[in-house]
């Protein structure tokens, strides 16, 4: 609706019953209309972060998953099917440390432990991930402790293909 005297949008929640006399005949309407222009405004706000939010990730080339602080996912992006051959819901409830190569997996543990401590490590690190086609891929990834943020609620990992470069190393 709009403001009578300005014309301003304004969205309102309208309630209304019907009073009744004694023999069941209406007698009035009686009701309330609360503006509640500001909580449509937050509303509009959160839907728009959210759309920004599926246009960075959807088609993204980075695997971002969050994690608690023993490596268990709680969320995956569309990412993973790109770089581990699995769709975001079949990642989640798994470990991080499930996909890694066994030789690696400690060095993982450490990591993840370091980064849980606060002390994130600005490098990013090397890990070989088995793909589901059985195929091994090497993937940079980079942790963030949010865990004590309740928006993130974990450990962010972002992880990026680097198997390219790693075989030119190799092949150095």
Same mark, same amino acid.
């Given at each position: 609706? !709009? ?8 969205? $309102? ?7 009744? =006399? &004694? ?13 509640? /222009? =500001? %909580?449509?405004? /937050? +509303?509009? @706000?959160?839907?728009?972060? +959210? ?9 993204? %080339?980075?695997? /971002? ?15 993973? %099917? ?7 819901? +079949?990642?989640?409830? /798994?470990? $991080?440390? #499930?996909? *890694?190569?066994? #030789?690696?997996? @400690? %060095?993982?543990? +450490? ?5 849980v401590e606060s002390r994130n490590n600005p #490098?990013?690190?090397? !890990?070989?991930?088995?793909?589901? #086609? ?5 993937? @940079?990834? *980079? =942790?963030?402790?949010?865990? @004590?943020?309740?928006?993130?609620? =974990?450990?962010?990992?972002? *992880? ?5 470069? &790693?075989?030119?190393?190799? &092949? *150095?």
């Amino acid at each position: 609706v !709009h403001r009578h005297k300005t014309r301003e949008r304004i969205w $309102v929640r309208e309630n209304a019953h019907v009073v009744r =006399g &004694a023999d069941g005949a209406e007698l009035y309407y009686e009701g309330t209309v609360e503006d509640i /222009t =500001g %909580q449509r405004l /937050t +509303e509009l @706000a959160l839907g728009a972060s +959210e759309r920004r939010f599926r246009a960075f990730i959807e088609n993204s %080339q980075v695997l /971002t998953l969050v994690c608690d602080a023993h490596g268990q996912v709680i969320y995956a992006s569309p990412a993973s %099917q790109r770089l581990l051959g699995l769709v975001p819901h +079949e990642v989640l409830r /798994t470990r $991080v440390f #499930d996909w *890694l190569h066994p #030789d690696e997996v @400690a %060095q993982a543990r +450490e990591e993840l432990l370091r980064v849980v401590e606060s002390r994130n490590n600005p #490098d990013e690190t090397i !890990h070989r991930v088995r793909h589901a #086609d059985g195929s091994w891929r090497h993937l @940079a990834m *980079l =942790g963030s402790n949010c865990l @004590a943020d309740p928006a993130v609620g =974990g450990v962010v990992l972002n *992880l990026r293909d680097v198997s390219g470069r &790693a075989r030119a190393e190799e &092949a *150095l």
